[in-house]
């Protein structure tokens, strides 16, 4: 079951930190950890659960909606979510956006309904296709602007039909880290928080895997056996995710301090958020709470349908 070929952290000589095992056991170099594959389960397990207590991400008897891509990180929140939420007595159900990109998305769609099947989570599908929605160039934006831009808009939206009190996304460390290290270099002092409280009308946004270095996520499906949708979107290019390489080329100069600096950052930046930036009010075509008026979601269907010239710009997150 534990491949070494497979996992994206080494096997070393050596036992286990915590139950002194000598099998298969994992180095974690970001906590200066051994730990054999169960205790490597629990340990995250138990970080997540930290996460959520630490800020008070959920409550009992509340319903967190997981938004869902089906890439390793959202399953590996999705499956642990659904193990922490027996144990805290919080609901589970995972939102997935079909984005209208051909068979892409169709295959997205296939992982997503294996991974909520073995959960044993509920699942409810969005397809923006319906709403008259597509993931490409608009006037003034990349394909991957509108990509977030349409998630954002329609998280709250969708979560409030299901009957959630949060919304989680999985972003991690290096995705916190890439965005307060963007705004950083141009001047611009945000960093993202790991809760957004519910205000004019949304709802709570959680992050609990804001302190997870990604491949830890990646090794928690493969230890548990998770079917991950792996294929690059096609509006994919690296010039987005460079920056990446340099923190992981300072991870390798000085273990954790990938988590060090975004603990840093937290502590010395401001702390807002960028969706919290502009209050809410209701769009007045459709009336959900948006930081625009028509809200982003209206302006693009018009775009895509041809029936007006500008779309806006690009939402500044
Ligand atoms: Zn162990
Ligand atoms: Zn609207």
Redesign the pocket.
Known sequence: MYGRESLPVHTVEGRCRICGARTHVLRLTEFNLKLCPPCYLRFFERRVRRALENHDMVREGEKVAVALSGGKDSVALLYALKRLGVVMGFDLAALHFHLNMGDFSDRNLQVVEEQCALAQVELRVVRIGDMGLRVQRVKGWHPCAVCGAVKRALFNREATRMGAQAVATAHTLEDILLFAFKNLLSRKYLVPQPVLPPENGLVRKIKPLYYMPERLNLVYCRLRGLPVFEEKCPTWSPHGHALKEVFEHMEKVIPSSKLQLALSLKEVLPSRDPDSLVPAKP?S????P?TQD??T??RLADWFSGRQGDPGAPYEG
């Not at 075509?285 to 959900?288: F, I, L, P, S």
């Open positions: 769009c075509r459709c009336g959900e948006a028509p809200c979601l209206c």
